[in-house]
């Protein structure tokens, strides 16, 4: 895991549009929501958890 975030965080949070679990990308730079298809970015080690600034998993997969 090359993430900030602990296995602890990671298992409470959840995507703030349908409260489902995130999965952590395997960057880990970006939580994964597969049940909205969202990907919420990790900047400095803080999630950023809007769904406003949520990234569509295609275009997000598209791009790397």
Known sequence: MNSTISQQLLDLLACPKCKKGVKLSESGNE?????????????????????????????YRQAR
């Open 31 to 59: 939580l994964i929501c597969y049940h909205c298809r969202l990907v919420y970015e990790i900047r400095e080690g803080i999630p950023i958890m809007l769904i406003d600034e949520a990234k569509d998993l295609e275009g």
